[in-house]
């Protein structure tokens, strides 16, 4: 059994302790891959702490992979440091690296809760298909993906998003990254694209990674604007509304209809309706996506399974208007879908069984919760007086904007001395606005339980009441 | 049981028309998805043929994806003419199916012969990592691929390729044609880039989808050469030194060189070495890929598990210069990798087990013994006199020169009347020289057993001797 000496008298919690000491022990090789780890029981007899102790420090560690739990069988150890990183590796996860390991609490935005994600059923499935369809696995599928898959999507979004949408404007692919760049080229090069700024840095790195002319576009408290985009020249946008990312404005039917109106204009103008969330929508009435309001073939819909499955499965989707579908047939039918078949057939059996519509349901409650959680300990507690949270109505982060007198740097900072790591607004944009004059953070709630957001908003109390 | 009347007078064989019977039934929908067909036995009693004509039958309709056969079942039907092509939808592919039914022989030059997969043991592999690696199957994973794929993939470049690459120069993609598009992007949309011509169309496309200059460079018998590219202002040359497609040539150590001082001539110069195929070589001496010749970190390599697996599993890799690493992280690092885990881990064990090993030589004696074949039908037979085969000391497919009076699109028209598909050479030039001036045709022979492929033999020799 471990020797460490826990210091009660420390300003560090005894769990934060047990969790810093087993990483060390784990990253260092002293306790091996594979190893199995005393039972919690067994454990905080001997240190003489609470089982609840021991429970938080063993589900830190398996929040960050460093060991999983086999049920009936105790917790072993996963040592992935070299091979792994604990979500989607963005430019802020490489940054997260780089920073003291006091971290407990990462309101990161783009972490998944794939603790819930229903593995045994996915396996089962994807056994069935193993076993059923070997041959299938072998041949090569249509450049769209399999039309079985994409009638499963086609049937979701009628349902869940009131689209209709005929299974050949289907483009399966693997990431929204890669579709975002197969529109470009569908598109062409030479276009004028202009991306949300603030917003996600990834799709403004691809835009600048295969096309001359990207602008960011400044928001209103609506979301983007035809006046905002005039002026720029450009023909091609970019946008998130069903729930902005980072600042989460839904953006309004008016809105939308003016965009929609500013691309009827002219025969070339399209709007890309980046639809990474849509699923988690907790508050107001459902609004229609830009795809289903659209009748002149101006709105190419992108999704995807990313967010409401898990990281690691790279399938996404797009729908194009139906003039779109034969250029597309034309220009880019050569490339081979880069989704392997045994993935399209496991999520086609696993929609056509009801189990994502229940997986959907159920993150969805999940995620309420959350951000229920997150805010009622925010608004309601000490932080209330000057905390104001906002873009919380979908999604799977929010925005905390501070009136204590902090900067933002000193908000993140103050923040992190606490052991809670959030991130700064200034951050998502692409000509970054000064840090000092900012005051708002980004919180991602969908990777933290209930318990650890409770912990993490007292953390933010001690940074920010001062 | 079917109720058909073979014609034994007709010239079409027995075995076709019963083909042609069924695949019309299944097509139509009297024969239902999942029906077991009549046992072979059982049909050729019934219709009162020989059991080899059921088989073949039964054979071309499992080639092309109609039914599948459970060992110790029978067969069963299998309805994919909608959801399933039966090869990379290629703009060939695309040209396949308008043409008349009768095509028994298809040389198509893109063909995997998946039914010598080892299926049962990689699906034993997946139901290992599907059980093992749960948390791992959920968990993103870093932008080059997983760790211990990327080392089998090196361990393996060394003791097959003789290549001395660190698994940190390696990238993991779902596909070559996406990690082309990467490369495009890594080294500049402003790039002019050389592919060569005649060469493999979708490089072509691909190149011109991302980048605004991309000359198509004449080959001379040795490929692609630096005379042959000055005059463009070319910086970046795409070339398949070790098998070139469609010409077959395998590039000459000399002017091997010769590209490599080419390319250090200048600090912007760069080589893409496409090693599509550079498994299955068969005859001469192995000559070192131009990745290992190169001391001035100018070559980009690139290689692909879609030939050597199937086609359904998009996995192919590139070996970046270590100069080009620091640049990948930095300009590209924010891509997530496009491969599912579960495919990487279940890749790593089939590698780290030998079933790669076992399965790319038992490809290569089975491809190897397909090209024998082929060869000493077409050059022992009465097709020696005048046809010259070429380009066939390695890959999957030859060239067959037709000394006979014919032009290419006789040469294709005659032998599509006796049921055989080949390819005119003059379609794979990008800026197409006269198929009226040209009597060359391209031939692969990795999609048709060594029967299949004699009978084809012979109904070339119907349709070229005249």
């Given at each position: 059994m471990f020797t460490l000496n826990l210091d009660t008298?420390?300003?560090?919690?005894?769990?934060?302790?047990?969790?810093?000491?087993?990483?060390?022990?784990?990253?260092?090789?002293?306790?091996?891959?594979?190893?199995?780890?005393?039972?919690?029981?067994?454990?905080?007899?001997?240190?003489?702490?609470?089982?609840?102790?021991?429970?938080?420090?063993?589900?830190?560690?398996?929040?960050?992979?460093?060991?999983?739990?086999?049920?009936?069988s105790g917790f072993y150890v996963e040592c992935l440091s070299e091979e792994y990183i604990f979500d989607n590796k963005t430019q802020e996860t490489e940054k997260a690296f780089d920073e003291p390991s006091e971290i407990i609490y990462d309101f990161r935005t783009n972490r998944v809760d794939t603790s819930v994600f229903p593995f045994?059923?996915?396996?089962?499935?994807?056994?069935?298909?193993?076993?059923?369809?070997s041959a299938d696995l072998l041949n090569a599928c249509p450049p769209q993906g399999i039309l079985s898959l994409r009638v499963r999507i086609a049937e979701y979004l009628k349902?869940?998003?009131?689209?209709?949408?005929?299974?050949?404007?289907?483009?399966?692919?693997a990431g929204s990254e890669y579709l975002t760049g197969l529109i470009i080229q569908l598109l062409g090069r030479d276009n004028a694209y202009g991306?949300?700024?603030?917003?996600?840095s990834k799709i403004y790195n691809i835009f600048s990674?295969?096309?001359s002319r990207v602008f960011p576009i400044p928001m209103d408290e609506k979301g983007a604007s035809a006046?905002?985009?005039?002026?720029?020249?450009?023909?091609?946008?970019?946008?998130?509304?069903?729930?902005?990312?980072?600042?989460?404005?839904?953006?309004?039917?008016?809105?939308?209809?003016?965009?929609?109106?500013?691309?009827?204009?002219?025969?070339d103008r399209y709007i890309i309706e980046d639809d990474y969330d849509g699923e988690f929508r907790y508050a107001g009435r459902p609004i229609p996506t830009l795809q289903s309001m659209d009748v002149h073939e101006k709105v190419i819909y992108i999704s995807t399974f990313t967010k409401s499955l898990a990281p690691s499965m790279r399938i996404s989707y797009m729908v194009l208007p139906r003039s779109l579908c034969r250029r597309f047939t034309v220009r880019l039918g050569f490339y081979s879908c880069t989704v392997p078949v045994f993935e399209q057939l496991t999520l086609a059996k696993f929609m056509e069984k009801g189990h994502y519509d229940r997986h959907i349901n159920r993150m969805k409650k999940i995620y309420r919760q959350r951000r229920d959680v997150?805010?009622?300990?925010?608004?309601?507690?000490?932080?209330?007086?000057?905390?104001?949270?906002?873009?919380?109505?979908?999604?799977?982060?929010?925005?905390?904007?501070?009136?204590?007198?902090?900067?933002q740097s000193e908000l993140l900072s103050s923040a992190a001395r606490?052991?809670?790591?959030?991130?700064?607004?200034?951050?998502?944009?692409s000509f970054p606005v000064s840090a000092l004059q900012e005051n708002t953070v980004v919180v991602g709630f969908s990777g933290l339980n209930t318990q650890q957001l409770i912990r993490g908003a007292e953390a933010l109390e001690r940074a920010w009441i001062r």
């Open positions: 008298s420390s300003k560090t919690p005894l769990y934060m302790q047990l969790y810093s000491y087993l990483r060390e022990e784990i990253k260092s090789g002293n306790i091996k891959n594979g190893e199995r780890l005393p039972s919690k029981r067994a454990l905080s007899a001997h240190l003489k702490i609470s089982m609840i102790t021991v429970e938080t420090a063993y589900a830190q560690l398996m929040a960050e992979g460093y060991i999983t739990s086999k049920p009936g045994s059923t996915w396996a089962k499935l994807s056994r069935e298909v193993l076993s059923e369809r349902e869940f998003r009131g689209m209709a949408v005929d299974p050949e404007q289907i483009v399966i692919g991306v949300e700024n603030p917003g996600y990674a295969h096309a006046d905002a985009i005039s002026g720029f020249g450009i023909n091609v946008l970019h946008v998130t509304p069903s729930h902005h990312f980072p600042l989460g404005i839904v953006m309004p039917v008016s809105r939308r209809l003016e965009l929609l109106r500013w691309a009827d204009f002219k025969e997150l805010c009622k300990k925010i608004s309601e507690g000490r932080l209330g007086d000057f905390v104001k949270v906002s873009g919380c109505d979908a999604g799977m982060h929010l925005l905390l904007t501070v009136e204590n007198g902090m900067n606490e052991g809670v790591k959030v991130y700064g607004l200034s951050e998502y944009y």
